[in-house]
C-alpha cells in the first residue's frame, strides 16, 4: 500500500502559500531544464471565470517542476487565480494524490501583465521524464486576445467555474485541442543536463502525426535522448504551423520570437532550426540568399547567448499546391548552402532523409503524411533517427 501511494504521489506536498497576488515581476526566472515548452500566439478571446486542464508530455524528468504562464499577446493583464499540476491518468482525470497547488512568489494569485510571461515557484516532488502532467488554471477575468498554442495534437479540458483542486474529470467536459496561457515546464535535473530546442514550422509542431500519441519528430528525439548516454535530455518544440523565418503570421517570425521561445528557456545547450519551407512556398519574393541571411542572424544571436545552432535541410515538397518549379530552385539553392557548411556548426540532411529516389522535388510515399510535405508518424521517426546526438552536447558554443 505504501509503495503504491508514493508512486502515486509524484508531486508532493507543496509549501503553505499566502493568498495575496503577486507581481509577476517577483517571480525568478528557473535555473533548471526546460521539458516542454510550446510557441505561444494570439488564440481567440479570453473567457471569463473559464478553467484549462492542460495536458503535456515532458521529456527529461526532474525536481522542483515549474510553469511559465503566457499573456504575451494580451492587451490587459490576465489574473489566474488558482494553478494547480497532477499527472493525467486517463482523459480529464488525475492520479489520485498527485494534483498540486502551484504558488507565484509565494502566493496562490498572480496577474500576469500584457506582454509577459511568468515562472511558478518550484513544486517539491519529482516529475518522471516521460509523463503526461495536467496543468489545470483559472481565471476569474480573462478577456480580449488569450495567448497559447492552437495545434496541441493533444488531448486538454475546459470548464467554467474553479475545478482546478479537484482531481476527478467530471467537471471538465469541454475537449479542446490547444494550450491556453502555459508555455513551458522546467525541471531540476541532474547537474550538467542540457536541452535542445526545435525552433520551426507545422513540420515540427507535427502536424500529420497522429494526435495524442506524441509522435511529432521532436518527441521521438526525445524517446533517442531518454535511452541514450548524452547530458542532453531536455526537448522543447517550438514549431508554429505556417511560421515563415522572415515574416510575421501565424505567429511572430523566427527572428522576432527567438528570445521568447528559444533563448529564454532554461538549461538549453542547442537550438535544432528547420525552416524556410514557408518563406519559399509564399511565392513573397525571398530569395535563397534572404534566407540564408535570415539563418545566419539566428545563429549569431544564437551564439551571443552561448547556444550552438544545428541547420536542417529543406524538405521537399511537390505535390503541395504551392509548388512550382521557381520554389524548388529556391529549395535546392538554400539547401546547398546549408550542406556547404559555414552557417551552422552542424547539419541534418532532413531532405535526404525525406526525399524519394526516384524525383527528388517530392517526398518518398512511404514517409509522406498525404499532402506532400508533411511526413506521417514513420517519416517524423526516419527525421529523428537521422539527427547525430553528438552533434546537440555543445560544451563549447562557436
Request: charged share 20%; aromatic share 6%.
Amino acid at each position: 500500500m505504501r509503495a503504491a501511494l508514493a508512486s502515486a504521489t509524484v508531486l508532493l506536498t507543496v509549501v503553505a502559500c499566502q493568498s495575496a497576488p503577486a507581481p509577476a515581476e517577483t517571480t525568478a526566472e528557473p535555473s533548471g531544464v526546460v521539458t516542454w515548452a510550446a510557441s505561444a500566439d494570439r488564440l481567440g478571446d479570453g473567457v471569463a471565470g473559464r478553467g484549462y486542464r492542460l495536458v503535456v508530455h515532458t521529456s527529461v524528468g526532474g525536481t522542483g517542476v515549474r510553469v511559465r504562464l503566457s499573456n504575451a499577446f494580451g492587451d490587459r493583464p490576465l489574473t489566474l487565480d488558482s494553478v494547480h499540476a497532477g499527472i493525467q491518468k486517463q482523459g480529464a482525470e488525475l492520479r489520485p494524490g498527485s494534483n498540486r497547488r502551484l504558488t507565484f512568489g509565494g502566493a496562490r494569485t498572480v496577474t500576469v501583465p500584457a506582454g509577459s510571461t511568468v515562472w511558478s515557484d518550484p513544486l517539491p516532488g519529482r516529475l518522471p521524464a516521460a509523463t503526461n502532467l495536467a496543468v489545470s488554471l483559472h481565471s476569474p477575468d480573462a478577456g480580449g486576445p488569450a495567448s497559447g498554442h492552437w495545434m496541441a495534437l493533444q488531448s486538454s479540458y475546459a470548464t467554467q467555474g474553479d475545478h482546478t483542486a479537484e482531481e476527478s474529470g467530471a467537471a471538465w467536459t469541454l475537449p479542446t485541442g490547444s494550450w491556453f496561457y502555459l508555455d513551458a515546464v522546467s525541471v531540476r535535473a541532474p547537474a550538467g543536463t542540457g536541452a535542445v530546442v526545435a525552433l520551426g514550422d507545422s513540420i515540427t509542431d507535427g502536424w500529420q502525426s497522429t494526435a495524442d500519441l506524441n509522435r511529432r519528430w521532436p518527441d521521438y528525439l526525445a524517446r533517442r535522448l531518454k535511452r541514450t548516454d548524452t547530458v542532453v535530455k531536455g526537448v522543447a518544440n517550438e514549431g508554429i504551423a505556417g511560421n515563415k523565418v522572415l515574416s510575421d503570421g501565424p505567429g511572430q517570425s523566427a527572428l522576432n520570437r527567438l528570445e521568447r521561445d528559444v533563448l529564454s528557456q532554461p538549461g538549453v545547450r542547442t537550438v535544432f532550426l528547420l525552416q524556410g519551407v514557408n518563406d519559399i512556398k509564399a511565392h513573397t519574393g525571398v530569395t535563397a540568399e534572404d534566407l540564408v541571411d535570415g539563418y545566419r542572424e539566428i545563429v549569431e544571436r544564437a551564439h551571443a547567448a552561448g547556444k550552438c545552432v544545428v541547420g536542417a535541410t529543406v524538405g521537399p515538397f511537390k505535390g503541395w499546391h504551392e509548388w512550382d518549379p521557381a520554389a524548388e530552385a529556391v529549395r535546392r539553392k538554400v539547401n546547398a548552402s546549408i550542406r556547404s557548411g559555414g552557417v551552422f556548426h552542424a547539419v541534418t540532411d532532413f531532405d535526404r532523409v525525406l526525399r524519394s529516389p526516384y524525383d527528388p522535388a517530392r517526398m518518398l510515399p512511404a514517409l509522406d503524411g498525404g499532402d506532400h510535405i508533411h511526413p506521417n508518424d514513420k517519416g517524423m521517426q526516419a527525421m529523428a533517427d537521422a539527427v547525430d546526438l553528438s552533434a546537440l552536447e555543445c560544451d563549447t558554443p562557436p
